[in-house]
């Protein structure tokens, strides 16, 4: 066991637990002033950090079993450990279904040019798609392309978060980090194509279904350098907006005060803080396991050297512990393999949900305001047109066409801001269903992964150990 002790450190740190209780939608109210509304009670899925654990002894390892199959047993029978993306979807005979796979990822050009693409395989039976199979090219390029429509257009949507780009040359093009991301831009598109609105999107079946020379004039046209006018001039009213209200000295803009909405933005900050503090101790955990991998190898290596310099008994004791040694080496890099893949990771991309979840948040923001603004500057055009109707004014017309076109314009504003209300308690339903089957079953691989790499180890050295003692016997020591 001592070997696995020299890494309970890492363990301890990383032994973080989801608490998950019960949730409720979170409402919100289109009032531009505090509201107070009575809702029933309800709790929400809080991340607490546990009491580090102690090193791993036999009681441990039954707790960590225990943990691994509670894990399990959140797990909806539909989700389990990632299977190949060759396999075809299983679906019950004629049931709609929509299955993509992101497969095959390939280095094309050279230097700074130099990308990786994927082969994105989908495989349906809905009669909107061209097809039941459809092989494309895609590179992460069209995957943010993707990522970057569905955001602008599902406004309160937490749209799936894509992976971040290697800001380091020399891992951009790793074995390890281009399963990483292919693994995670599978899981993407995945998000997207069993998500009730997001599925039903155009960009999806665009991407999907386009060829690449076609892909690659769609996304040139739409992210190219320059923006279209509309945008330019949109962005010049933002800035010079912003201006105005500097040097006016304008208030701060009104926010919504709904208390279950500020209930929900506490709980996913913290929700965030807690996710990158156990994902950063997942990251000391994956090292502690190779480092430790490493010095077993290093220390097989030398114990074999000394061993050759020995007797015959003690030369082939001194042998069969080197050759432990690069065994339990190998099981450590792949454990700590295992654990990027399957621990770390998964807690990285919830990360990045969360951060989906917070986009979502400025755009309700930004909706809200916009709705006040509107609505204010509304009454503000009726009362000056019943003031222009009471003295007869030849402006009359003339300002109550401006009434009608802004009364539209506000109601709309108020449609979108109601609509992403709407779409934000369904989602964080969602989210905390996705949440719970999901990192359910990266806990439960975690706990089992440990639990297993214990027992090797400790068998490992219990054979050892015989050996050593018959040598000790026969040698006349104690």
Known sequence: MSALGGGGGALRNASTALAISSTESFAGTPSCHTKRVRRPPGSFYWLHAVTPAPPLDTTTLKQLVFVSDYAESMIPPEIGPPKSSSQSPRSPSGAPFLSISVTDPVKLGNGVQAYISYRVITKTNLPEFQGPEKIVIRRYSDFVWLHDKLADKYKGIFIPPLPEKSAVEKFRFSAEFIEMRRQALDIFV????????????????TFLEEDEEAMERIRSFETGIFKKPADLLQMFKDVQTKVTDVVLGKEKPVEETDPEYEKLKHYIFGLEDHLTETQKQAVRLVKRHRELGQSLSEFGKAIKLLGACEGDSLGKVFAELGSK??????????????????????????????????????????????????????????INLEKLNLMRSDKTREAEIEYRELKAESEEATRRFET????MNEEIVRFQEQKTAEMGLAFHLFAKGQAKLANDIADAWRSVLTKIEAYSLSSGHD
Do not use: G, W
């Not at 992403?420 to 779409?423: F, Q, S």
């Open 190 to 205: 995945n998000r997207i194509a069993s998500h009730p609105e997001l599925k039903q999107s155009e960009d999806l079946k």
């Open 420 to 423: 992403i209300i709407k779409r």
């Open 325 to 382: 040694s690069e065994l339990l080496s190998i099981k450590l890099q792949k454990e700590a393999h295992n654990l990027l893949m399957n621990f770390e990771e998964p807690l990285k991309d919830y990360v990045r949900c969360v951060q989906s979840i917070k986009d979502s948040f400025s755009h309700r923001a930004n909706a809200f305001r916009l709705h006040c603004e509107l609505t204010e500057t509304t009454k503000l055009k009726e």
